[in-house]
């Protein structure tokens, strides 16, 4: 992935600075690209930048489409500046709180104005030939998402599997009377997604005159109520009533006797097989034109993954399935001549697996949170026992802050494993961080490691606590909803930030 030792910050789009309700592809966008090309970061790693909904808790890991990109991150202040609005579209700008994202009152907003933006944009000829290019060049899967989509939104919003038959069993000549009687719905969702592509390919460029790399992320299953599914249902292991036969999760573990029953269909790796894996090729093949590097969630279920049948409530009567994982790798060895991917290999995953896991090469991930509860010497998430292919986090958006960890969280032997290990460092000591910053310490220790990639989250940069966690597993509320302010990111951080890098060696 990269020879020299490099670092880079963690933070989602929706957590940018904007006025509009969620972070956003404008003006935060860029002067946070400024700010990490200023502190001497080479990479900006995001969350999945897919859409979605509600009823799944806005979690960026759940989606109806793993190929579409969420609208919401659409900028109307880049919308105003290309021509698609006017000044006056932007005069009544609600109320928005400037350190949560408002899912609800954002989307209401933003749709609102891309209403007007599609009705201006039918009138707009000289726009309309680039946007038919685009549809060319993304058919391969913005025909069936907005066409899902349209669908969806015409029935109420109702699973596909209880639309009428010849929506739900894609017969052709249903799908062609639909989208005559719908065109209007159709291409305004296409529309949509040529907006936040042409945001996005603008903000990657920047991103690259600054020699930032992103760092993008995809959930390794998707959602049963989903266009890929109602697309590619054979690859999927479904009933004859296209219902899920069995469903992923992991197994009963010491965080849960009951594991976790996670419900997205699992893949048919069979049928994935016969088709030269090329769903997954595709897929990879999309979010690299996106991205310069993706981190796979739940990697080892490129090995062997948990198979629970759909009518168990809970993980517990579930089964190992293998994964003809040299098969798969050996196609994809064959379609890309590389292949930047980081591997999610955290939890409990036995030494077999994790052997076939780093035989396939890719960097793993360490994360310095959990590595002070037990035997210093031998703890592999401590910095000492890593070799250099791997990525190393103080924290992830799962994890709770650095500093909300040690004040809230962190036990007594916990905390006295950290301070020694933290004294026996000395590249930690070089940098010459008090012990009161807990924060640049964690941060100190990952990028002095062996590790050719260290990433930490904002949050544990600006030394924040608990409150601006990024998601808390297991839980529904609150999640997915922290937002930094443009003041917090200030020429102290910088320079800081900056130090620190240049003391350890990276950038």
């Known amino acids: 992935m990269m020879e020299s030792k490099k670092s880079g910050i963690l933070l989602h789009i929706s957590s940018l600075p904007s006025k509009f309700g969620i972070g956003d ?63 006056e579209d932007l005069q009544d700008i609600p109320d928005f709180s400037l350190d949560r994202v408002d899912f609800i009152k954002a989307a209401f907003f933003k749709h609102q104005l891309f209403d007007k933006v599609f009705q201006r944009f039918k009138k707009n000829k000289k726009e309309q030939k680039a946007f038919v290019q685009f549809q060319k060049n993304q058919a391969a899967w913005l025909d069936d998402y907005s066409v899902f989509l349209a669908i969806k939104d015409h029935c109420g919003g109702i699973v596909w599997t209880d639309w009428p038959d010849e929506l739900k069993e894609r017969i052709p000549e249903g799908l062609e009377q639909f989208c005559q009687e719908h065109q209007d719905a159709v291409t305004k969702i296409q529309f949509l997604q040529y907006l936040f592509f042409s945001q996005w390919a603008k903000l990657r460029a920047y991103c690259a005159k600054r020699k930032v790399q992103i760092i993008g992320d995809i959930p390794i299953y998707v959602n049963f109520d989903s266009a890929d599914v109602w697309t590619h249902r054979d690859i999927f292991k479904l009933n004859k009533k296209l219902k899920p036969s069995v469903v992923a999760g992991v197994p009963p573990d010491y965080f849960s006797k009951t594991g976790q029953r996670w419900g997205n269909p699992v893949y048919n790796w069979d049928q994935l097989k016969a088709t030269g894996f090329s769903w997954w090729i595709a897929r990879l093949e999309h979010i690299l034109n996106l991205c310069d590097v993706v981190r796979v969630d739940h990697f080892r279920a490129f090995i062997n993954y948990w198979e629970i049948p759909a009518k168990e409530k809970t993980a517990v009567n579930g089964y190992w399935v293998d994964v003809p994982t040299e098969h798969f790798f050996a196609s994809l060895s064959e379609h890309f001549k590389d292949l930047p991917l980081i591997a999610e290999d955290l939890g ?94 964690m941060i100190a220790l990952a990028m002095s490691s062996p590790a050719r990639l260290a990433i930490a989250q904002l949050q544990d940069v600006l030394g924040l606590g608990s409150a601006s966690r990024m998601n808390k597993p297991g839980t529904d509320a609150g999640n997915w909803t922290w937002r930094a302010s443009e003041e917090e990111m200030n020429s102290k951080i910088i320079e800081q930030l900056k130090e620190m890098t240049e003391i350890c060696r990276r950038g």
């Open 25 to 87: 592809l404008g003006a935060g966008a860029y002067k946070f690209v400024d700010f990490l090309a200023d502190s001497k970061q080479s990479f900006w790693q995001i969350l999945p930048i897919h859409p979605t909904d509600l009823l799944s808790g806005n979690s960026p890991y759940s989606c109806p489409s793993t190929f579409a990109c969420n609208t919401l991150l659409i900028s109307p202040e880049l919308l105003l500046e290309d021509g698609f609005i006017g000044q």
């Open 348 to 441: 409990d995953i036995d030494s077999d697996v994790r052997a076939r896991i780093e035989h396939l090469g890719y960097p793993g991930m360490k994360i310095l949170l959990f590595a002070f509860g037990e035997d210093l010497e031998h703890q592999m998430y401590l910095p000492h026992n890593y070799n250099a292919n791997c990525v190393v986090y103080p924290g992830t958006h799962d994890n709770n802050t650095v500093e909300g960890w040690f004040r809230d969280e962190a036990g007594q032997k916990e905390k006295e494993n950290f301070s020694q290990y933290v004294l026996q460092r000395s590249n930690a000591e070089d940098c010459a961080l008090t012990k009161d910053k807990v924060h640049w310490q």
